[in-house]
């Protein structure tokens, strides 16, 4: 099975600008999430998607906005981007179920590098 | 709220000798407890949960939930453990994953 792939893996933006990333989870999941990581925070999650509907949510602000489609493809906006808004973007992917209390391993894939001058 | 706590960012242990990771946690509820590993230019990788109770490439970790502890022991390190190492909790039937600040593992040859 391919694992979770994550395009792109390097880009260099400026402030204020907009940036799209998008994963694609391993076959079958259904569920797939974000994480941000910084030296300085670490990891902390952006929120998650299940069958194309946001079923959580991080604490960041309305700039960070993401989707899901039908494929089970994922893709995560950040618009008028700052300097702090450099970091590394992670999608992970997992076999849970749509019922609660069901949930599976997640995957991670290597990323999207992301840095704002 | 939920919150985990590894009060190590950096540990060195020579080789053969035992590790311990340590982990605390904060959440209301029940827990699932995990522990996630990053190898040097390699992807997050779940090394070990606490519900599986497996010992994984010779480490192990227990849930005490008196302790609110979910540290990660090895008796003999080795090499290939180096790492970067992240404790991680999550909420029963949630996939949101809060991790903790990572202890970067480092084994003395």
């Known amino acids: 099975k391919a694992g979770v792939t994550q395009t792109p893996r390097y880009l260099i933006k400026t402030r204020g600008q907009q940036v799209t990333l998008s994963c694609s989870p391993i076959s079958g999941h259904r569920s797939v999430s974000w994480y941000q990581q910084t030296p300085g925070q670490g990891l902390q999650f952006l929120f998650e998607?299940?069958?194309?509907?946001?079923?959580n949510k991080g604490n960041f602000p309305g700039r960070f906005s993401g989707r899901q489609f039908s494929n089970s493809r994922s893709e995560m906006n950040v618009s008028t981007l700052e300097l702090g808004d450099s970091a590394l973007y992670l999608c992970a992917s997992s076999s849970s179920a749509g019922s609660a209390g069901v949930t599976g391993e997640l995957f991670f894939g290597e990323g999207s590098r992301l840095t704002v001058l | 709220a939920q919150r985990v706590t590894q009060p190590e960012k950096l540990l060195s242990v020579f080789k053969g000798a035992p590790v311990e990771l340590k982990c605390n946690y904060s959440y209301s509820g029940s827990p699932e407890l995990f522990w996630y590993v990053q190898y040097s230019r390699q992807r997050l990788q779940l090394l070990l949960r606490h519900i599986s109770r497996e010992s994984i490439k010779g480490f192990t970790a227990d849930l005490n939930k008196g302790e609110t502890s979910f540290h990660l022991k090895k008796p003999f390190a080795q090499e290939e453990d180096s790492a970067m190492y992240y404790c991680?909790?999550?909420?029963?039937?949630?996939?949101?994953?809060?991790f903790g600040t990572g202890t970067r593992l480092t084994i003395i040859p």
């Open positions: 991680a909790l999550r909420g029963f039937g949630n996939e949101k994953l809060t």
């Open positions: 998607y299940f069958s194309e509907t946001q079923r």
